[in-house]
């Protein structure tokens, strides 16, 4: 699943854009409105602007000769500048600095002193339903410029000493959880700590980078870097109580034209100081929006290669291969069928999710994804993989979510000279699978068959499909999963504390559904060997884990990994386990392997990790 906003992508092409043309109003300081007094002289001081909460006590109002230096200039995007006033109170709850949007690019550069005139607005990005945070800016601005050429106030360090090991107060549950009324504790919260410096110079010096750069230009640093280490340079997410409260994103000011961004995986550092004003947008929450970036000091981080199974053993795999159709590249088929036969070490049986249909995001009714197959099967062949066979379910057209016209589906692939598909026909796509029993084993009354396609709980989802494996003549029933997205879940750095997580309560009667489907296989064979797997799209210490788990059906994988090992996606720079693999009793003994070869690097044949389960049957 991938969690970046196709409108992500306007914002990154708009950053390559240099023009310096403003359509600000110059005005001399003696013509702007009067404000009827904060500070000592009469005018408001941006202290007041911020206030001691998350929104500022100003709100909507008309205020005039705001003094500040100019500490960063945005001419892509969100246009306007930064000031920051350089006689500060003593309140370390109120900001000192604080965005000017001007809608255009300004005519003003760093080391302005100016006077602002305009109103103040808490700009929510993502808008009311999103759950963000608000960023406290002046709008419809009018600038009076003073003088050039001032050296800036000093920037305030963001380090392990500096930022909070809690990471945000508790909502009142009488305020639907909001905490933007709270007054802010900035030694107490990470969060409560950056509102505080919201539009503030900062900075950060030689951190790890937790989260590789990407195509919008960002990448996320920690500025705590004994903060849940994993073994490969990342931070790992293992808990709702535990989401590392110092990671930081990092973008630039500069427009790609004039400064490409640096390319940067998990695990390198950049080096140096990075320096410019804390912002806020609704994709990650805090920012470094850099003036001056550090330099990518490159550690080398390996893409990971797992052992080839041994002859007695049958290693089940799953990989997640990021809306895969005809229409992508030769060079996507081909990196993913390397991954398949180099860093998986081709499996015997191989769970995909994301295959789409034979023409991909066109919306024209296809459902077939023969061709998607054929290309993806001759790709691994070529790449010196076996030649695997694939069994699947064409889905209805527009039922099971995902990439509009896409039809993604759940496929399994495997090796048919190790392991044999049991063909059991007669299920389509609204076709429920069910257990039957022969001579003492539990079978399936189709294979491949979808798990309880009718049931809501599959609504605009993907369904499970469930098949029958023999391997050296035992039966192992396989499970390919992918569960509902987390769209429409608050972010972490939510106004709401702690977090809704709204989208789960489907993903609830997903695992329920699937669990019961175990359950009815362990019934009429206690020691059946069950393969539950795929992109479960929730955490290994989820509700959702909990309830695949629940009556001892089936046990998780991932928890015989190490902490520091625990992640399939990194996600806002938290490095968390999206994609599980499960087992029931009766496969007592396994060896796992979650493979890190996409989620750490800026080069991704996929946004997932692909991991591999090894056991004699």
């Known amino acids: 699943m991938s969690r970046s906003p196709a409108a992500r992508t306007a914002r990154t092409a708009a950053l390559t854009v240099a023009a310096l043309t403003s359509t600000l109003l110059a005005v001399p300081a003696t013509a702007a409105e009067p404000f009827g007094g904060a500070g000592a002289d009469g005018a408001v001081r941006i202290h007041d602007i911020q206030g001691g909460t998350r929104l500022s006590p100003l709100d909507g109002t008309r205020v005039s000769d705001v003094s500040g230096v100019v500490t960063g200039v945005r001419t892509y995007g969100s246009r306007g500048f ?44 993502g808008g009311a339903s999103s759950g963000n945070q608000t960023i406290t800016q002046i709008t419809r601005p009018q600038v009076a410029a003073v003088s050039s050429g001032h050296t800036l106030p000093a920037p305030v360090v963001l380090d392990a000493a500096a930022v909070p090991d809690a990471y945000a107060p508790e909502g009142d549950p009488a305020a639907g959880g909001r905490i933007e009324d709270l007054e802010l504790r900035p030694g107490s919260y990470a969060l409560d700590l950056y509102e505080s410096l919201e539009g503030m110079d900062v900075r950060v010096a030689d951190a790890r980078v937790v989260a590789p750069s990407t195509e919008h230009a960002e990448l996320w640093v920690t500025v705590e870097p004994r903060q849940n280490p994993t073994r490969r340079g990342g931070t790992v997410y293992g808990g709702y109580d535990r989401p590392n409260p110092g990671r930081v994103k990092v973008e630039s000011l500069v427009p790609l034209a004039q400064r490409p961004f640096p390319t940067a995986n998990t695990g390198d550092v950049l080096a140096g100081p990075t320096t410019g004003p804390l912002d806020y947008d609704q994709y990650g929450g805090y920012l470094v929006a850099a003036r001056e970036m550090g330099t990518v000091t490159d550690r080398g981080l390996q893409r990971e290669h797992t052992r080839r199974q041994h002859r007695g053993e049958l290693a089940v795999a799953t990989y997640n291969v990021e809306n895969l159709h005809p229409g992508n590249g030769q060079e996507k088929f081909d990196r993913l069928a390397r991954g398949v036969v180099e860093n998986l070490a081709s499996p015997d049986i191989l769970a995909l999710e994301e295959i789409q249909d034979d023409n991909g995001p066109t919306d024209d009714g296809t459902v077939s994804a023969g061709r998607t197959l054929t290309r993806f099967v001759e790709a691994i ?31 399994f692939l495997f090796d048919p000279d190790r392991v044999s598909f049991v063909d059991r026909p007669g299920a389509d796509a609204a076709t429920a699978v069910g257990v039957a029993r022969e001579r003492g084993r539990a079978v399936l009354t189709h294979s491949p068959g979808r798990i309880a396609p009718q049931d809501t709980a599959w609504e605009d989802s993907r369904k499970p499909l469930a098949g029958e494996f023999r391997f050296r003549g035992r039966t192992v029933i396989v ?33 329920e559904a699937v669990n019961r489907f175990v359950r009815q296989v362990l019934a009429v064979e206690r020691r059946a060997k069950v393969v539950v797997l795929g992109d479960i799209n929730d955490f290994e210490f989820s509700a959702t884990a909990r309830k695949l788990t629940a009556g001892g059906a089936l046990r998780n994988a991932v928890l015989s990994l190490p902490e520091s090992e625990r992640y399939t996606y990194v996600f806002d720079g938290n490095s968390q386990v999206l994609d599980q693999t499960l087992v029931s009793p009766g496969i007592r003994r396994f060896d796992y392997d979650i493979v890190h070869v996409n989620a750490e690097f800026a080069d991704q044949a996929s946004d997932h990790d692909p991991q591999v389960i090894r056991f004699r049957p």
């Open 82 to 125: 930064w000031i920051q006033d350089t006689a500060p109170d003593a309140d370390p709850a109120t900001s000192e600095g604080v965005f000017v949007y001007t809608g255009s690019a300004p005519a003003v550069s760093v080391g302005d002193l100016v006077r602002v005139s305009g109103t103040v607005d808490e700009y929510r990005p």
């Open 381 to 411: 062949a070529a790449a010196g993989g076996p030649r695997y066979a694939w069994r699947s379910i064409d889905p209805v057209d527009g039922a099971d979510g995902g990439q509009p016209g896409g039809n993604i589906r759940t496929v």
């Open 479 to 511: 499970v390919a999963n992918h569960f509902a997205s987390k769209g429409g879940d608050q972010s972490l750095h939510a106004a709401v504390q702690p977090p809704e997580r709204s989208s789960e309560a489907q993903r609830h009667r997903q695992a």
